[in-house]
């Protein structure tokens, strides 16, 4: 990608919670952007959106939407990502795609920047840079800190994920059983995003079974977790649930490392990570939340304590927006460090 001043920027799923978080991100950071182009589907055709000022509308997304772009933040889906991804690279973007598409593909870097930065270089074998799972990279801003300090043997993670996670559809799902328990009313039978109530509920079931009796969300984690550290000893199991928040995913993770790692080691390096912020002050009931990490581009650490039951072993609690470092913030994050490295 050649070094400009400004970059034409298109974003494919631009109406989606996600696109629009990019949207948002993009005017936040500064980001160089010359043109900005929104892409989306036939029945979002025509919407009008601002950024930096200007009125911009939403394209079809098409094989001819790249003519012109030198970077395209793709959040449209998997099926989208397969199909469009290719052509935005043989227009001359390079993609940082959202999806689940490319991210196992061994010829595809998958990236968080405060991570694994020098993976992003990577790209130019197909010109796609992958973003993780939210579940996954919320999870790994409090488990790489750890990890610089020793090896990381075994993770035990159970994520507590808002409904948001599930796009539009779960928020509306949420709100409407909501009201109607708000107003005396019997609580809708009908569900259409999860498959189960999620009022008053916590549903440990998120994306379809696999054969071996897991989901394939707590695959992703485990699998994603690896590449990106780039470490396939690391034994990792996963429950992923869904519980009535509106945003901002939860992780509890027990871990076992090579070397002891203290609780004093544990918090000085979180404290001192970039993307997170330190906040373990149980004794006064002040620890990670999604009310307060909603919203944040960092993710929020705290509950660190040892695992009296191993030798070598911490628990710690991590919250941190899917929509933002789960999502959106990541992959302009991606896009800056390509800028910055002219990759």
């Given at each position: 990608?050649?070094?400009?001043?400004?970059?034409?920027?298109?974003?494919?799923?631009?109406?989606?919670?996600?696109?629009?978080?990019?949207?948002?991100?993009?005017?936040?950071?500064?980001?160089?952007?010359?043109?900005?182009?929104?892409?989306?589907s036939e029945r979002s055709q025509g919407k009008k959106y601002s950024?930096?000022?200007?009125?911009?509308?939403?394209?079809?997304?098409?094989?001819?939407?790249?003519?012109?772009?030198?970077?395209?933040?793709?959040?449209?889906?998997?099926?989208r990502s397969r199909k469009y991804a290719v052509c935005a690279v043989a227009s001359g973007a390079v993609v940082v795609d959202n999806s689940s598409a490319f991210r196992m593909d061994p010829e595809i870097p998958?990236?968080?920047?405060?991570?694994?930065?020098?993976?992003?270089?990577?790209?130019?074998?197909?010109?796609?840079v992958a973003n993780p799972n939210c579940t996954t990279a919320v999870a790994l801003m409090a488990l790489k800190p750890i990890y610089d300090i020793s090896r990381i043997k075994r993770v035990v993670a159970t994520s507590f994920q808002a409904v948001s996670g599930a796009g539009a559809g779960g928020i509306a799902e949420l709100e409407r059983q909501v009201r109607s328990w708000s107003e005396s009313r019997e609580l809708p039978r009908e569900t259409n995003t999860f498959p189960h109530q999620i009022a008053f509920n916590v549903i440990p079931h998120i994306d379809s079974f696999t054969q071996n009796g897991y989901t394939k969300?707590?695959?992703?984690?485990?699998?994603?977790?690896r590449k990106i550290l780039g470490d396939d000893s690391i034994l990792l199991t996963a429950?992923?649930?869904?519980?009535?928040?509106?945003?901002?995913?939860?992780?509890?993770?027990?871990?076992?490392?090579?070397?002891?790692?203290?609780?004093?080691?544990?918090?000085?390096?979180?404290?001192?990570?970039?993307?997170?912020?330190?906040?373990?002050?149980?004794?006064?009931?002040?620890?990670?939340?999604?009310?307060?990490?909603?919203?944040?581009?960092?993710?929020?650490?705290?509950?660190?304590?040892?695992?009296?039951?191993?030798?070598?072993?911490?628990s710690l609690w991590v919250s941190g927006d899917q929509l933002k470092k789960g999502a959106a913030l990541n992959t302009v994050q991606i896009a800056e460090l390509l800028v910055r490295k002219n990759v």
């Open positions: 990608m050649e070094r400009k001043e400004k970059y034409n920027v298109a974003i494919a799923g631009a109406t989606g919670a996600v696109g629009q978080e990019m949207m948002q991100i993009l005017e936040e950071r500064k980001f160089p952007v010359g043109k900005l182009i929104l892409l989306a950024f930096c000022g200007r009125e911009l509308s939403v394209s079809v997304l098409g094989e001819n939407s790249f003519r012109g772009i030198d970077i395209a933040l793709f959040s449209a889906g998997s099926e998958l990236v968080v920047p405060e991570i694994n930065p020098s993976a992003a270089t990577l790209h130019t074998k197909k010109g796609i969300e707590e695959m992703k984690l485990h699998n994603e977790t429950t992923t649930v869904r519980v009535p928040v509106f945003r901002s995913h939860c992780i509890s993770l027990n871990l076992e490392t090579e070397r002891k790692v203290t609780v004093e080691e544990a918090r000085d390096a979180i404290r001192d990570f970039p993307g997170v912020s330190l906040v373990d002050d149980p004794e006064n009931s002040d620890y990670p939340m999604p009310v307060e990490s909603s919203g944040k581009n960092n993710c929020f650490v705290g509950r660190i304590r040892e695992d009296y039951t191993v030798k070598k072993g911490l």
